[in-house]
């Protein structure tokens, strides 16, 4: 079964910058198209990044300009580099396959938690 550990989170203030690791436990992890979601209190969890199996990149408008999503094949790994971070980016963030791509869904992780202060 595969296991997404995410990390990279903390708190930062409005303006700031972090970046997030995702390490996948699968041999296959290139093969995938993958994304970054993130769920607010009180919210449904939404997906903000996604990057296909050959790098090309989408973002949805709150975070277009500002997010990153980037992959590392060899290290099972993707990223997401948070820039110019504002308090309504304040979520736990996960990593999981392209909900939109697949039927089904990786076991979530964790999470990584992200607080941005005003």
């Known amino acids: 079964q595969v296991q997404l550990v995410e990390s990279g989170g903390g708190l930062v203030q409005a303006g700031g910058s972090l970046r997030l690791s995702c390490a996948a436990s699968?041999?296959?992890?290139?093969?995938?198209?993958m994304g970054w979601y993130r769920q607010a209190p009180g919210k449904e969890r939404e997906m903000v990044a996604a990057i296909t199996s050959a790098g090309s990149t989408n973002y949805v408008d709150s975070v277009k300009g500002r997010f990153t999503i980037s992959r590392d094949n060899a290290k099972n790994t993707v990223y997401l580099q948070m820039n110019s971070l504002k308090p309504e980016d304040t979520a736990v963030y996960y990593c999981?396959?392209?909900?939109?791509?697949?039927?089904?869904?990786?076991?979530w992780g964790q999470g990584t938690q992200v607080t941005v202060s005003s």
């Open positions: 999981n396959r392209n909900k939109l791509a697949y039927s089904t869904l990786f076991p």
């Open positions: 699968t041999r296959t992890f290139s093969s995938y198209a």
